[in-house]
């Protein structure tokens, strides 16, 4: 039981889960009251995307066992604290259950059902072949970290407004993977990465623009929907400052602390995620 609870990554299922209640509370208007029914719908959808994130990150260990030995010594396929046959009904029964608790949600607004599908054909095209072309791959993940605020907002019937939250993330994440992928190019002897291709020099300045780039977007909900002199408004500007000087230390030292740097990035993510919330408030 330990070992399920640990090859599921509890830390990246409350992030999507999380991910998907901001994503439906920055999606809220004047135009969308927020009923209990909405609530309801929400909620299933955190709770779908949360049970797909769990299936792919057990998908994730299946299939990176051969480098897992190497990167990630005591993660428990690896060590034999889970076993192959139970991980891999594991993650057959997340990706069911994930996709069964959708089917309301999706009855009442449809583009649920279109994100879902897209999600999960992207993960386990990731999983299965996509993993190994590393850009590509980093591109897919970047992708699927989007969806995920995009799939609260269109719990809610409003997808469009998160955009710009998506784009950031799909940004900060694809720096992050990045980052990754330079942290584990020892082990990493089956896929075509960013550092193995073009050395970690590349990579680093790879990381940094896209790094930037998700900077300068922070500032679009600003101009766009979110008025600086609500509270909403105020509490956005404060906090993704934060998050975005954060951004910043987190590729500054590149190439070198490339663990440190990936936590970093990892903290302004979730740092983010609060300033996407804030936006509820506008």
């Not at 995307?49 to 190497?70: C, F, P, Q, S």
């Not at 989007?146 to 409003?158: D, F, I, P, Q």
């Not at 509490?235 to 400052?241: E, F, H, P, S, W």
Request: with cysteine; charged share 15%.
């Amino acid at each position: 039981m330990l070992g399920a609870v640990r090859v599921v990554r509890a830390t990246n299922v409350a992030v999507s889960f999380a991910g998907t209640v901001v994503g439906g509370l920055a999606a809220i208007t004047v135009h969308v009251p927020f009923s209990e029914l909405r609530w309801t719908l929400l909620l299933l959808a955190a709770t779908s995307a949360a049970l797909v994130t769990a299936g792919g990150n057990v998908l994730n260990d299946l299939e990176d066992l051969e480098g897992d030995r190497v990167n990630h010594p005591d993660r428990p396929l690896v060590t034999g604290e889970l076993g192959l046959p139970a991980a891999r009904r594991l993650t057959t029964g997340l990706f069911l259950s994930g996709a069964l608790l959708a089917v309301p949600v999706a009855l009442a607004e449809p583009w649920v059902a279109a994100i879902l599908a897209v999600a999960v054909a992207g993960l386990v095209g990731y999983e299965l072949r996509l993993k190994a072309r590393g850009l590509v791959g980093n591109f897919t993940v970047g992708g699927l970290t989007a969806m995920v605020l995009l799939y609260g907002g269109a719990s809610v019937g409003e997808p469009l407004v998160v955009v710009p939250f998506a784009a950031m993330a799909f940004l900060a994440t694809l720096s992050r993977e990045v980052i990754k992928d330079m942290e584990d190019v020892r082990g990493d002897v089956d896929r075509s990465t960013l550092p193995k291709t073009h050395g970690l020099r590349a990579a680093s300045a790879v990381a940094r623009t896209v790094t930037a780039a998700a900077i300068a977007l922070s500032m679009v909900p600003l101009l766009w929907f979110v008025r600086v002199s609500s509270w909403g408004g105020l509490a956005y500007l404060l906090v993704v400052g934060v998050a975005d000087a954060l951004f910043v230390v987190s590729v500054a030292l590149l190439p070198q602390r490339l663990r440190l740097e990936q936590t970093v990035s990892k903290g302004a993510m979730a740092v983010a995620l609060c300033a996407f919330l804030a936006v509820a408030f506008r």
